[in-house]
DNA sequence: CGTGCGCTTGACAGCTGTCAACACTTGTGG
DNA sequence: CCACAAGTGTTGACAGCTGTCAAGCGCACG
């Protein structure tokens, strides 16, 4: 996952009792809308997926990724956000009941509110970025983000494209494609096709992100540094 | 409250069986520091408290405005912002484990976990607003909540200083007072000293916010209007 | 091989941050 | 009561970033 989600880990020793369906969805497709009834949430097992929020204007703002091993959908009442597939994708899918009523002691309950402490704390974070970080550094935080969802391997992969990225970073895909040439052209990535990133220079990259490079310590254990900020996967938060 | 905070919803009936502490703090006194652990919930009684992040490169960003009766510092674990005091305030302190452990069935539980993922949604928009939106925008969005925060009155206090309200939007003091200004210019608001607004034009000023007056509906149910979205307050969403 | 969509690039304008100067308010001391 | 200083807010000039508009490129798909 990136960012801002609010998503009760359950998916840790629970998956195995609890009744789910597997589904599939094709690239683009509606997985469930903005304000339809929070009845079910899902894992993903494979593929990438959205959710996102459409305005009044026509503009759209999209608050998440979710990969494999995420969990989302985990609202309450109603979803706050419509979910789409961005690629293909296969996810494992819970309903609602299941986690919240047959359990006596409620454990569960417990660990989606301190989940969902953590993920208003990260949504803070973003927040900040978003107020306060340009194109730049808000792209190259994400694909930091993205290649620690990838387990750190120099090519990084995109399955979004150009507008979800934009969407997501609040920028316009012209802002976007510019920031990719723009970092491609200072040495800090190869841009290798639509949807694959080749990290050059990992360090100079994470200054660029507000970040210092690992090596470095910030000034003391409370703050986070920004590039860290977009990433708060709910698999490694657990 | 303005904004994007948790704030478990257990003042009303809760309060009387609940063991509080009354506090005073001076303009400008820190109330709880970020990274503590979060040990107490506060009410506010009177006055005025924000919450921030304090960033590494010294950047300060706001996370929200409270005021009588609204609740801040509910937090896990450890507090994610800092809190001070805007003016002198009065405040009651209460202890979080009245909260968890004193009670078998923890109704305050789910309405923790009600609140909090109404406080993601709102977090959301707030995102929404600090990605798309311009300053005069923002402000007007900003004015109207203090608007309806303080019961609708054309008269709009501003207990906060230019560098708080900034800080809040995303923006700098100079374009916070330069907007002021303009608005003030175009006849919607006059600017009657540092801390009172008075309210000239309402319906402009939501048209200026992106939000259409109250007598246009959104275009359906789900939509929430940006207007509206800096306001959820907690006393009121209760 | 042709078409279309997504992406890139360039020109330009508008908004907002930066820098600088000044006005106003508040508080202190004479 | 006045003089002064410090803090806060306002205003202007300017530059840089990013959105808008427009055109063109290139990959994917038929």
Redesign the interface.
């Given at each position: 996952m990136l960012t801002?989600?609010?998503a009760p880990d359950v998916s840790h020793g629970l998956n195995s009792h609890i009744r789910s369906t597997a589904l599939r969805f094709r690239s683009g497709q509606l997985i469930f809308d903005?304000?339809q009834k929070a009845t079910r949430w899902y894992e993903v097992v494979r593929g990438t997926v959205r959710t996102c929020?459409?305005?009044?204007?026509g503009?759209r703002?999209l608050?998440g990724f979710y990969f494999a091993g995420d969990v989302f959908g985990a609202?309450?009442?109603?979803y706050?956000?419509a979910a789409e597939a961005v690629t293909d994708v296969l996810i494992e899918c819970y309903r609602v009941g299941d986690i919240t009523r047959e359990s006596s002691p409620?454990p569960q309950?417990?660990g989606?509110?301190?989940m969902?402490?953590?993920?208003?704390?990260s949504?803070?974070?973003?927040?900040?970025i978003?107020?306060?970080r340009t194109a730049t550094e808000r792209l190259a935080a994400f694909l930091l983000c993205l290649h620690q969802q990838g387990g750190n391997n120099p090519r990084i992969r995109l399955p979004m494209s150009r507008s979800d990225i934009a969407d997501f970073?609040?920028l316009t895909i012209h802002t976007v494609s510019r920031t990719f040439t723009d970092l491609a052209r200072r040495g800090l990535i190869k841009v290798d096709g639509r949807h694959s990133v080749i990290l050059i220079d990992k360090a100079r990259l994470f200054r660029f992100a507000?970040e210092y490079h690992d090596n470095l310590l910030?000034?003391?254990?409370?703050?986070i540094?920004?590039a860290a900020e977009l990433c708060l996967g709910n698999r490694s938060a657990a």
């Open positions: 801002a989600i609010p903005e304000g929020r459409f305005h009044i204007d503009q703002h608050t609202d309450h009442g109603y706050s956000t409620k309950l417990e989606a509110v301190s969902l402490f953590r993920a208003m704390s949504a803070q974070r973003y927040q900040f978003m107020c306060h970073l609040g507000g910030p000034r003391n254990g409370a703050e540094h920004p």
